[in-house]
């Protein structure tokens, strides 16, 4: 029996049946304060606890289950890699890449959209989060994103038109 094993023995965690308090803390392993400090046994369903009675809207500054902003913000953050990512490799290609022969501008054609991307899904980004969060906090439905497909688009009419300007520069060898 591995050390986990006979701990979570010992504790008793998360059993059907309360567990006595623990001298130190005064609450049983399976309460978790910032969710009540009621008793789990597993079989709950997932979800922040509604605040209002059902059918009425809950106040802007109700408190949503910890782990849904969480994972909000982790997804905030996420987008906020992609944008650095884009404006990065943007800056890369206006920058460093060597020019497309007989193509004046390329480089700027193809980057320029990739760090005006960058910067819109940065600014875009805080506002979805934002609004994620407001709707936990009402108990409200996430709103639909078209972030990603926006995205989707706009990368891939840049990398066919970098293809493209890759193969109209291809100088032919002898």
Sequence with gaps: MNSVTSISLELGC???TPQPPLPTTGRSPCENPRVGGEVHTGNEQIGPEPSAPPGQPNEVDSRP???FSF???RTFLAWIRTALALVVAGLA???LLPPFRDIPG???IVGVPLILLGA???FTSYR???GNERA???GQPIPYSRLPRILAVVITVAAVVAVVFVLLSHEPRL
């Design 93 to 95: 290609i206006t920058q």
């Design 65 to 67: 289950d910890a782990r």
């Design 120 to 122: 819109t899904l940065a």
């Design 136 to 138: 936990l906090r009402l």
């Design 14 to 16: 998360c059993q059907s």
């Design 106 to 108: 390329g480089r700027r």
């Design 71 to 73: 994972a909000n913000e």
């Design 128 to 130: 979805k989060w934002a």
